[in-house]
C-alpha cells in the first residue's frame, strides 16, 4: 500500500509500507516420470519483504503437486502449509515434458499460497516462401549491371569483373530457381518456425483453510444473509410505522384540544374502536406478516386520518388568512381616498386606472364579506367551502391588479432643447475669419498709405 509523507515545505513524497515474513517457507515437489527429480527450495528466507512473487520453473508432461511448509523454529504444532496440484498439464506432440511455470506468492498478510500455473507449448508452424521474390531480385540486379557498364563505356571510372558469374548447381542460384519457376516445379520453399502458446492451468488447492470453492460458498450465503437481514428491516420498519400511526391517531381523535371536534361523536368512536382492534392484530395474527400488508393498512388508516388533520389545519389558519385580506383591501381604501382628493401623488393617473382600481376593491371587499360568512356557519366535521390556498389565491389577484395602477410612474417632464453644436462653430469660425479679413484690409492700407504719401 502507499501513503503520502508530508514534509514541512508542503510537498508530497510516496513511500511504499513493506512487510517481512516470520518465518522461512520451502516447497518441495516430486520426481517426474520424464527425468526430472524431486526438489525442495527455500522461496521465502525469513525476514523477506512481503508481498513477493516468485516464479518456479518445472519440465513436466502430467499433473504434479507441489507441498509448502515452515522450516526452522516456530511456534506452531503443525508446520504444513498446504499442498497444490498442478492440473491439465500434457506431453508435447513429440511426447515430450513442457514447460511449466508456477508462480508462488506471500501477500502483505503473511499468506503463501500457489497464485497461477502456466503451460508453455511450443509449436512448429510451416510458412512458405515463393520463388517470384528472388527472380525479381536478380533482374534488378541484372539491370543495374547494364546500367554500370554502360557508364562505365561512356568513360566513367569503374571496377568491374565481367568474369564472375553465379556458381552452377548452387542451392541458392537464381537461374536454378528460375528454371523450377518456369517448370512449375518448387514454386515454394517451406520454411519451419517454431512459435510459443501460454496455456492457464487449474490449481487444487489442499490448505488447512477453506478452498476457492468453499469461500465462494460462504461469499455467497453472506450476501444472502445481508439481503435477508436488509429485507427483514424494511419489514420491521413498515410494522413501526404502522403502529406508531395507530396510536398517533387514536390519541389525537380522542382528544377535544386536537381532532375530536372536526369527526362526528359516531364517526370517532367507530374508529377508535377499529384502532383498538388493529393494535390487538399487531400483537397477535399481525406479528409477523410480509411488509406489504402493513403498508397497505397504513394507507388505509391515513386516508381516513389525513383528511381530519386538514380539517383542523384549514379552521385554524382560514381566520389569518382573511384578516391578511382584510388589511390588503384596507390599505387600497385609503390609496382610493387620496384619489378622490386629488393628491398630487395620483395626479398622473386617469380616469380609467381609477375606476379600474375602485372596481377591483370593490369586488374583493364583497368576495371577502360572502367568505366569512361561509366559514363562520360552516361544521367543522365536514370539508371547509374555502380553502386557505383559495383565500391566498384571490388576495394575491387582487393585489397584482391594484399595484399595476397605483405604482405607475408619472410622465417624465419635457427636456429642454440642446443648442446645435455644428452652428454655434461654423458662427465662431465665421467671426474668426471676417476678423481676420479686417485685419489684413487695415494692413493693406496702411502700407498703401505709407508708400504715397507726399514727401517734403
Known amino acids: 500500500s502507499h501513503c503520502i509523507i508530508h514534509s514541512d515545505k508542503g510537498k508530497h513524497r510516496y513511500a511504499v509500507l513493506e512487510g517481512l515474513s516470520n518465518y522461512p517457507i520451502s516447497v518441495s515437489w516430486d520426481a ?22 516468485k516464479m518456479l520453473t518445472f519440465y513436466r508432461q502430467e499433473p504434479f503437486s507441489i507441498r509448502a ?16 496440484t ?27 499460497t500457489i497464485s497461477s500455473a502456466s503451460l508453455y507449448e511450443a509449436k512448429e508452424s510451416v510458412e512458405t516462401e515463393s520463388v517470384e521474390e528472388p527472380v525479381q531480385k536478380e533482374a534488378q540486379l541484372n539491370q543495374q549491371n547494364s546500367t554500370e557498364q554502360q557508364q ?18 548452387s542451392g541458392s542460384s537464381w537461374t536454378k530457381k528460375l528454371s523450377a519457376w518456369f517448370s512449375g516445379e518448387g514454386d515454394k520453399e517451406k520454411k519451419k518456425k517454431q512459435s510459443v502458446k501460454s496455456v492457464e492451468l487449474p490449481i487444487q488447492s489442499i490448505t488447512n483453510g477453506f478452498s476457492q470453492v468453499e469461500l465462494n460458498q460462504f461469499t455467497e450465503q453472506e450476501f444472502k444473509m445481508i439481503a435477508s437481514d436488509k429485507q427483514e428491516k424494511e419489514r420491521a420498519d413498515a410494522r413501526n410505522a404502522f403502529e406508531e400511526y395507530v396510536y398517533e391517531l387514536r390519541n389525537k381523535v380522542s382528544s377535544e384540544d386536537e381532532l375530536a371536534l372536526y369527526m362526528l361523536e359516531s364517526n370517532r368512536d367507530a374508529l377508535v374502536k377499529q384502532l383498538d382492534d388493529m393494535e390487538n392484530w399487531l400483537y397477535e ?18 386516508s381516513i386520518g ?72 360552516a361544521p367543522k366535521h365536514l370539508a371547509p367551502p374555502i380553502t386557505v390556498a383559495q383565500i391566498r389565491q384571490e388576495k394575491s389577484n387582487f393585489e397584482n391588479t391594484v399595484n399595476s395602477v397605483l405604482n405607475k410612474p408619472p410622465p417624465k417632464a419635457p427636456s429642454p432643447p ?38 517734403n
Open 32 to 53: 517426474s516420470p520424464g527425468g526430472e527429480s524431486a526438489g525442495e527450495i527455500e522461496v521465502f528466507p525469513k525476514n523477506h519483504a512481503i508481498p513477493f512473487s
Open 69 to 84: 511448509k515452515y522450516v526452522g523454529n516456530i511456534p506452531y504444532p503443525d508446520r504444513e502449509i498446504g499442498t497444490w
Open 86 to 112: 498442478i492440473k491439465d498439464i500434457r506431453p508435447s506432440a513429440e511426447g515430450k515434458p513442457q514447460k511449466v511455470k508456477v508462480k508462488v506468492r506471500v501477500n502483505l498478510h503473511g499468506i503463501m
Open 152 to 169: 562505365s563505356e561512356a568513360g566513367t571510372p569503374m571496377d568491374t569483373n565481367t568474369d564472375a558469374a553465379p556458381e552452377v548447381g
Open 285 to 302: 395474527d399481525g406479528e409477523d406478516c410480509n411488509k406489504q400488508v402493513y403498508i397497505d393498512k397504513l394507507a388505509h388508516l391515513k
Open 306 to 377: 389525513e383528511p381530519v388533520q386538514t380539517r383542523k389545519v384549514e379552521s385554524e389558519l382560514r381566520p389569518v388568512v382573511i384578516e391578511d385580506f382584510a388589511k390588503s383591501l384596507q390599505l387600497c381604501g385609503k390609496e382610493l381616498d387620496l384619489i378622490r382628493s386629488n393628491d398630487a401623488k395620483y395626479a398622473h393617473l386617469t380616469d380609467e386606472d381609477v375606476s379600474k382600481v375602485d372596481q377591483a376593491f370593490k369586488s374583493s371587499y364583497q368576495w371577502l364579506e360572502q367568505t366569512r360568512a361561509k366559514s363562520s356557519n
Open 418 to 455: 440642446k443648442e446645435d453644436k455644428n452652428a454655434g462653430d461654423q458662427q465662431k469660425n465665421s467671426q474668426e475669419q471676417s476678423s481676420e479679413q479686417n485685419t489684413q484690409q487695415n494692413s493693406e492700407k496702411q502700407e498703401e498709405n505709407m508708400e504715397w504719401s507726399p514727401t
